[in-house]
């Protein structure tokens, strides 16, 4: 087997024309390549500007920018698995805190990353936004104190909201 094809074994998505956009939450859209690199720390991050679920009590549309960093161990998510998991969002009715803990969760179980965070910056709607973050680093090693470093913290320097 060629590097390259050990390199994208599994990955179904990528380049294929003919997949079907899920417009409910589909974790299994999601898939993975090997990092050419795991001794090495690097953040890779993802901006997600068009997200899009549901409120699960009125049934009406939140958009939100879903901001996705981690330090990748073994395993990387594949970006166009990721744009089709973040789509089947669109018609899937939870909170905002619930869809970025289960983002976050699916890409957990998915590649175990040394460390991750999901933040989500939602439109206001009634006159409020609401930004839930949350993040995990491997039990038992300098990523489990990153974390909680970076969660205490997260937000110590808020941006200016100018209409969103």
Known sequence: MSERDKNTEGLNLLGNQ????????????????RNKHPENDYFV???????????????????????????????????????LYLFSFRNHGDFHEDCVNIIMKDLIKLMQPKYIEVWGKFLPRGGISIDPYCNYGAPGTKWEQLAWER??????????????
């Open 18 to 33: 003919n997949v079907t956009y899920k417009s409910d939450y589909a974790p299994e859209m999601l898939e993975t390549f």
């Open 45 to 83: 991050k993802f901006n997600c500007p068009e997200f899009t679920s549901l409120c699960p009590i009125t049934g009406q549309p939140d958009f939100a920018t879903i901001y996705i960093s981690y330090i990748p161990n073994e395993l990387m998510v594949e970006s166009k698995s990721l744009k």
């Open 151 to 164: 969660l205490s913290k997260h937000d110590l320097y808020p941006e200016t909201v100018n209409n969103r």
